[in-house]
């Protein structure tokens, strides 16, 4: 059966998009990764910033140097290999899971580090927030969407690792960002700031526990990345405030306490994620033709 006219041109359109996506992702990601370089060897840089409003939200900055290098080489790789993948499915993906988004999260980061190295924390904050929703969209996109084992056998540690894990990472990330730029927009009195701190120490935690539990009933979409970044950025919070030992001690026990609730839940349910994840590939194998493959 010939194809008609009009499915070439939706199949052009389609290739266009896809196109302009990759490059716009290459282009957007270099671009705010370029811009984190030079802000952190400007003078004043931004370590120095972040040194001069020291808050009681205030992570460590040995914890934050080590999680944003494994972030950025996870969206190195994803953003240089894995959105290249000529599988129907990873353009899917990257079409309609992640879209223009990645880019417009890209913008926004950009924006907020201009006005932080400025340090106007008040408009750096309405950057973040909107951040945090654009990246809550594209995650939410990829555990509803596209959770690994919906992918291909040869796809699935790829969109597991270097998808679902950057971008869980990046939520997490982004929840402490918006709390920490908040205290330094906001709060001034001393007493009043180690009351806030310890408050969203535990809504941060509490947001970290929902995820892990309700993941029970996910059906094996989701993973525990988003939990632990959480527990992550508690103890990061914890090392610097050290000195502040209630404020300290709590941010470590609910860190601690989110560790072993991920650990609980992956012994009790993970099963089920592994047994889907493996029947997946096996079904997938039987599938795949003889020749060619998934196009």
Same mark, same amino acid.
């Given at each position: 059966?010939?194809?008609?006219?009009?499915?070439?041109?939706?199949?052009?359109?389609?290739?266009?998009?896809?196109?302009?996506?990759?490059?716009?992702?290459?282009?957007?990601? &270099?671009?705010?990764?370029?811009?984190?370089?030079?802000?952190?060897?400007?003078?004043?840089?931004?370590?120095?910033?972040?040194?001069?409003?020291?808050?009681?939200?205030?992570?460590? $900055?040995?914890?934050?140097?080590?999680?944003?290098?494994?972030? =950025?080489?996870?969206?190195?790789?994803?953003?240089?290999?894995? *959105?290249?993948?000529?599988?129907?499915?990873?353009?899917?993906?990257?079409?309609?899971?992640?879209?223009?988004?990645?880019?417009? =999260?890209?913008?926004?980061?950009?924006?907020? $580090?201009?006005?932080?190295?400025?340090?106007?924390?008040?408009?750096?904050?309405?950057?973040?927030?909107?951040? &945090?929703?654009?990246? /809550?969209?594209?995650?939410?996109?990829?555990?509803?969407?596209?959770?690994?084992?919906?992918?291909? /056998?040869?796809?699935?540690?790829?969109?597991?690792?270097?998808?679902?894990?950057?971008? =869980?990472?990046?939520?997490?990330?982004?929840?402490?960002?918006?709390?920490?730029?908040?205290?330094?927009?906001?709060?001034?009195?001393?007493?009043?700031?180690?009351? $806030?701190?310890?408050?969203?120490?535990?809504?941060?935690?509490?947001?970290?526990?929902?995820?892990?539990?309700?993941?029970?009933?996910?059906?094996?979409?989701?993973?525990?990345?988003?939990?632990?970044?959480?527990?992550?950025?508690?103890?990061?919070?914890?090392?610097?405030?050290?000195?502040?030992? /209630?404020?300290?001690?709590?941010?470590?026990?609910?860190?601690?306490? *989110?560790?072993?609730?991920?650990?609980?839940?992956?012994?009790?349910?993970?099963?089920?994620?592994?047994?889907?994840?493996?029947?997946?590939?096996?079904?997938?194998?039987?599938?795949?033709?003889?020749?060619?493959?998934?196009?």
């Amino acid at each position: 059966m010939p194809v008609s006219p009009e499915t070439i041109r939706e199949e052009r359109a389609v290739s266009g998009k896809l196109k302009l996506l990759r490059a716009a992702n290459v282009v957007s990601f &270099l671009f705010v990764f370029l811009a984190n370089v030079i802000g952190l060897t400007y003078d004043p840089s931004s370590t120095d910033i972040h040194k001069k409003h020291m808050t009681y939200f205030s992570p460590s $900055l040995i914890f934050v140097g080590i999680f944003w290098f494994l972030l =950025s080489v996870l969206f190195f790789i994803f953003v240089f290999w894995v *959105q290249f993948s000529n599988y129907s499915s990873m353009k899917r993906l990257v079409t309609q899971g992640i879209g223009g988004l990645f880019v417009l =999260s890209n913008i926004l980061t950009s924006g907020w $580090l201009v006005f932080w190295m400025l340090e106007k924390f008040v408009i750096s904050e309405f950057f973040i927030i909107l951040n &945090l929703l654009v990246i /809550s969209t594209i995650h939410h996109n990829l555990v509803v969407q596209f959770p690994p084992f919906s992918f291909p /056998s040869s796809q699935v540690s790829k969109v597991a690792y270097f998808v679902h894990t950057p971008f =869980s990472m990046y939520l997490g990330v982004t929840w402490l960002d918006v709390f920490h730029n908040g205290f330094m927009a906001f709060t001034t009195n001393k007493e009043t700031g180690k009351v $806030l701190a310890m408050i969203s120490a535990w809504f941060l935690a509490i947001i970290g526990f929902a995820w892990c539990i309700t993941g029970i009933f996910s059906g094996g979409r989701r993973d525990g990345v988003f939990s632990a970044t959480i527990a992550w950025c508690l103890i990061s919070i914890a090392v610097n405030q050290r000195d502040e030992t /209630s404020l300290s001690v709590q941010c470590a026990a609910l860190a601690i306490a *989110q560790l072993i609730a991920i650990i609980v839940v992956w012994i009790r349910y993970g099963g089920r994620f592994a047994d889907s994840l493996r029947s997946t590939r096996n079904a997938s194998r039987e599938q795949r033709p003889l020749l060619g493959g998934e196009g």
